[in-house]
């Protein structure tokens, strides 16, 4: 059953069990007119309604994980099963073949052996799509009968509606929280998984990064695992050089469109400059790689350096730090735009000029706002991965000469992770000990931001 299929069932029976809520709620009032029901009828048609789609739609969310595995298990169990290998890559492939030909996904199967199970996946597809059926149907008429019965001219069906709905916000709210749980556990689990096989003091205190995915997993050599470098690429590329090019154009940027830009200059600046903020991070890959990276290169050759290479740190950088002036602009402009215009008259006033008014008024006042668009330009720079991939190389490199090649954290994870090898060895496990540590440091940079906004919130407000 598609999830479609399934959802648009669930509204429909819902549709239904409405309508009849509303019905019943409105023959206690036909039956007798002296009669005054403790809810309107809307919130009898809500009650039923919502007894309806709830049960059915965590029914749905439960069955569309188990039905795929009973409906795998059904076909591993059928005569024509038998001949498939014990394990492996090639059973893989039959199994994908032979479930794309039975829904429609295909029109035919490469491998011959992957014919014979094509029929098995049907049948079995069928009759669990039939189950699903059935025991949704069940579900909606046992809740919605359930509910219907339970109307009465003294129910106070809006009650339970407005608890419902309350609920359902409350669990919304809580969906970023339970995520972010979910990440840190995670990546918790995965990282003592990962110091179970390398020391902890080789993985933060090595120079030396280059994992095999073909050593022995038994014996892993915590040598290869020092991440030094790769920590310094993320800060080298992401929060030296991004943010010596994003921190002063957004700054000044902010700073003539709210004092001195005439309106409707701003009016058409201000928005194609937010404009950069929507471009997808591979279009500035590509504008690094084919344009920005060899006019470095031709640059540092014409001034005499003749190991320039064609990626290197600066490049990525400094495409990095044009793709996040938007964030630190934005911030900005509308930080110095909410400070009230009493404390720039109050100053200007006084003699002072425009310029001692932004910087000894309206920056100061504003500085909150600017210090949380620069953590999070920051952070948005130290997660990024295209450009440098694109733009600054894949190799790990203990340097402060912007002109080599360089990798970043993030560039690691990815490619431990788009690999064939195993999840139980530590080169693959290595990227959740990158990831953890790349979370622990971006924690811990809005926690100074925080402490520095808190800070100045309470001397200027």
């Known amino acids: 059953m598609s999830p479609i299929t399934l959802l648009l069932i669930a509204v429909g029976l819902g549709l239904l069990g409405w309508l009849a809520g509303r019905a019943k709620a409105w023959s206690f009032q036909k039956a007798d007119s002296s009669v005054r029901t403790a809810s309107r009828p809307v919130y009898h048609a809500w009650y039923v309604a919502l007894w309806v789609v709830v049960p059915v ?14 409906v795998m298990q059904s076909v591993l169990a059928s005569p024509e099963a038998a001949q498939l290998p014990a394990f492996g890559f090639q059973r893989d492939v039959w199994l994908n073949e032979a479930r794309a030909v039975a829904t429609g996904n295909a029109n035919a199967v490469f491998n011959p052996n992957a014919e014979m199970l094509v029929e098995p996946f049907r049948e079995a597809i069928g009759r669990y799509n039939l189950i699903g059926y059935a025991i949704t149907f069940l579900i909606a008429f046992a809740a919605g009968a ?5 109307l009465r001219p003294d129910f106070r069906a809006r009650t339970r509606v407005e608890r419902t709905v309350m609920m359902v916000l409350l669990l919304a709210s809580l969906m970023a929280i339970l995520t972010t749980f979910g990440i840190v556990a995670s990546l918790v689990f995965e990282t003592i998984r990962f110091f179970g096989m390398v020391s902890p003091i080789d993985f933060l205190f ?4 280059g994992p095999d995915p073909m050593s022995n997993p038994d014996n892993p050599d915590g040598s290869r695992f020092g991440a030094i470098p790769l920590f310094w690429g993320t800060i080298f590329i992401g929060a030296i050089i991004a943010m010596i090019v994003a921190i002063p154009l957004g700054l000044m940027s902010a700073i003539y469109l709210t004092q001195y830009a005439d309106p409707r200059l701003r009016q058409w600046v201000k928005p194609a400059l937010e404009i950069l903020a929507g471009i997808p991070t591979v279009v500035y890959g590509y ?76 920056f100061p006042a504003a500085l909150p706002g600017i210090v949380a668009g620069i953590m ?18 894949a190799s790990s490199n203990l340097t402060a000469n912007p002109l080599e090649t360089m990798t970043t954290v993030t560039y690691q994870i990815v490619a431990m992770l ?18 953890f540590v790349l979370f622990v440091v971006t924690l811990v940079l809005n926690i100074i931001a925080l ?11």
């Open 57 to 70: 739609l965590a029914f749905v969310l439960v069955w569309s994980l188990a039905a795929p595995q009973l």
């Open 146 to 150: 359930f509910a219907f019965l339970r």
């Open 206 to 209: 090595g120079t030396f990064w």
């Open 287 to 362: 504008f690094a790689a084919l344009t920005v990276a060899p006019a470095v290169r031709d640059i540092a050759i014409s001034l005499g350096v003749t190991s320039a290479s064609s990626e290197s740190a600066l490049a990525a950088g400094v495409v990095m730090g044009v793709m996040i002036i938007p964030f630190v602009s934005s911030m900005a402009d509308d930080s110095m735009a909410a400070v009230p215009s009493a404390m720039r008259d109050g100053s200007l006033a006084m003699g002072a000029t425009q310029s001692e008014t932004i910087k000894r008024v309206l």
């Open 376 to 393: 999070l330009a920051v952070s948005r720079a130290i997660g990024e991965t295209m450009i440098v991939v694109m733009a600054a190389g």
């Open 418 to 435: 788009t690999g064939e090898g195993s999840f139980d060895h530590p080169a693959t496990l290595s990227a959740f000990a990158l990831g």
């Open 451 to 461: 402490r520095v906004v808190k800070r100045f919130r309470e001397a200027y407000e």
